[in-house]
């Protein structure tokens, strides 16, 4: 179960509204490789994970996801909240405005909502493990995107902490790749899923 | 087969990624770990149109005393979230415990205090911070997406 701290995990303060910053930035909330997507990969992916650890892992990565969902809302939310219908108007944040005002919902850079189909859980331990991998470097080059163009230092500093934590967390994973792999015949790490082929797999354990 | 044996034998095989795991690196002070986005300076990379933006929760001047108490909250806290994803990769790390341990003392000591002069931010710190309370506060401080006391 999850607990509620009255804190964000890195503070966001921001004084300028900025709907143009908030449309982009509004991809780490519902987009591809955003925060909402990554709480629900691991944390969906984690209940069939053949490793104890990995599963453990998982379950404290995707609880940090959700705080980082957390901050980007909160920037989405400071840079749109004193929004004028001029200011929606001019910086091409007008769509957005018309179906939540100055609401905050999850969506892509782009427009397109929120859906599962941005992330897998596919039952297959290594797949998985590849799939986050993958998952934290794309993360990263949204956040390292989204540092080029934008300039408000109100802005930044948060994000650059964000893309700090992907990389971290892709070694996290590769550790729980390594920890995966030590339980498997290096011969074949393929001859069965361990995560479906449960006999097999602790037959090979023992 | 002889071929074979030798290939498969060593770290790394055909079709397999691996990684080095990591080894303890002396960490940050626990107060620097949320500026840097990790407490390990082994994993601090840096990216370069990010190295120049002027670091606001490490300014201590001109901050109310408030703001002071909460960064400190945030930065332990956050040197904790880091600890505790090694600590689950590597949990036979005597370094790793210890500095959770002191941490996390440290943690509850400044959560209870900060309820105490302020508001809660946690639920069981309402207790600990104010035992002798006659009123439920959770509902008391402001909402963090406000950006309240940064």
């Known amino acids: 179960m999850w607990c509620y701290e009255k804190r964000l995990q890195f503070p966001v303060k921001i004084n300028k509204t900025c709907p143009k910053t908030a449309q982009l930035i509004i991809s780490q909330y519902g987009g591809p490789d955003g925060e909402l997507s990554a709480s629900m990969r691991y944390l969906a992916q984690r209940y069939s994970m053949p490793i104890k650890k990995v599963g453990g892992l998982m379950t404290d990565i995707g609880t940090e996801e959700i705080n980082h969902m957390e901050i980007i809302c909160a920037m989405v939310y400071q840079l749109t909240k004193n929004l004028t219908p001029e200011e929606a108007k001019t910086a091409g944040f007008d769509a957005y405005y018309i179906d939540h005002t100055a609401g905050v919902w999850p969506q892509a850079a782009a427009g397109v909502p929120f859906t599962a189909l941005e992330f897998q859980s596919k039952g297959d331990a290594m797949a998985d493990l590849y799939e986050d991998l993958a998952a934290e470097q794309k993360a990263r080059t949204v956040y390292e995107n989204l540092l080029r163009v934008i300039e408000d230092p109100d802005v930044r500093e948060p994000l650059k902490f964000l893309r700090a934590r992907e990389i971290v967390h892709f070694q996290r994973f590769g550790e729980a790749l390594e920890m995966t792999k030590q339980k498997l015949d290096s011969k074949n790490f393929y001859y069965f899923n361990p995560e479906f082929d449960k006999k097999m797999f602790h037959q090979e354990e023992q | ?150």
């Open chain 2, 1 to 150: 087969m002889g071929f074979l044996d030798d290939c498969c034998n060593t770290g790394e095989t055909l079709a397999m990624a691996s990684l080095p795991l990591q080894e303890w690196c002396e960490p940050y002070d626990w107060k620097t770990a949320l500026s840097n986005g990790t407490i390990f300076p082994c994993l601090n990379m840096e990216f370069y149109k990010a190295e120049k933006i002027p670091c606001s929760i490490c300014k201590e001047e001109g901050q109310s005393d408030q703001s002071k108490k909460l960064n400190e909250i945030n930065a332990v806290s956050f040197a904790i979230n880091d600890l505790t994803l090694y600590l689950d990769t590597h949990p036979d790390c005597k370094n790793g415990l210890a500095l959770f341990k002191e941490l996390t003392q440290k943690r509850l000591e400044l959560l209870a205090d900060y309820a105490k002069q302020y508001n809660p931010l946690t639920q069981s710190s309402m207790i600990t911070g104010t035992p002798e309370t006659e009123e439920y506060g959770w509902a008391k401080g402001p909402v963090p997406w406000e950006g309240g006391h940064v």
